[in-house]
């Protein structure tokens, strides 16, 4: 199974706040997941990534944590920003593909309201 | 990281005509890939565009419909063949080293 699965689809969140976005996967070969961000107008750009021999990865108001028993993992965006305001895409790869392309979930739109 | 330039950003082209999009790559890097996202959805790969060899399509999509060339490690090009309403999307490149790859900023292709 190459599907990524993503929730939710829309989100809206305080300035301040906590902004969560969720992602699972079936395919146990992944072991690449990375979360990218897209503004209106523009590609995609990495925001953070992990891989599963680690439980969290943080690099400043962002953190991945990743369960592999559950085989899911979440973006958390901490003191939300009306500029953190895009499209938040979760992805995996896997490394035994050889290609390692990435398989994107559906998005979440998050939007940061003051 | 790699940056990636991609022309053109958009067009508006007639119905079975074909396009060429371009990607540039600044740096030399192994992985290449074209991909076709409709506004507010996500990304579809379209094809891993390998260097010196055919590019290797993804289900659905073909060699016919979408040529590929990829010459060198810095350039590679996406033709959509034979158009029509239905090819109306954002077209983007993506490439890098390794995972964690850079995107183009897409080209919006309107077919009328």
């Known amino acids: 199974q190459q599907q990524v699965k993503q929730s939710p689809q829309s989100l809206i969140v305080q300035k301040g706040g906590i902004s969560i976005i969720n992602c699972a996967y079936e395919?146990?070969?992944?072991?690449?997941f990375p979360w990218y961000q897209q503004f209106p107008g523009k590609g995609p750009a990495l925001l953070i990534a992990?891989?599963?021999?680690?439980s969290e990865k943080k690099e400043g108001r962002f953190t991945i944590s990743f369960n592999k028993s559950a085989k899911q993992f979440s973006l958390h965006i901490m003191d939300s920003q009306p500029g953190d305001s895009a499209t938040y895409f979760c992805?995996?790869?896997?490394?035994?593909?050889?290609?390692?392309?990435?398989?994107f979930g559906t998005g979440t739109r998050l939007t940061i309201i003051p | 990281s790699a940056v990636i330039s991609q022309k053109p950003s958009r067009d508006i082209c007639q119905r079975g005509t074909s396009l060429t999009i371009q990607c540039q790559v600044d740096?030399?890097?192994?992985?290449m890939f074209w991909y076709r996202q409709q506004p507010g959805q996500s990304l579809t790969l379209i094809a891993t565009?390998?260097?010196?060899?055919?590019?290797?399509?993804e289900s659905g999509f073909v060699i016919d419909k979408f040529p590929i060339s990829r010459p060198n490690l810095t350039f590679s090009t996406l033709t959509v063949s034979n158009m029509s309403p239905e090819d109306s999307s954002i077209y983007l490149c993506?490439?890098?080293?390794?995972?964690?790859?850079?995107f183009g900023s897409g080209t919006r292709l309107t077919v009328v």
């Open positions: 992805a995996a790869s896997s490394s035994n593909f050889g290609n390692e392309k990435l398989t």
């Open positions: 395919n146990t070969a992944f072991d690449y």
């Open positions: 992990i891989r599963p021999d680690v």
């Open positions: 740096s030399q890097v192994t992985m």
């Open positions: 565009a390998n260097q010196g060899s055919e590019a290797t399509y």
């Open positions: 993506s490439g890098g080293q390794e995972v964690g790859y850079t």
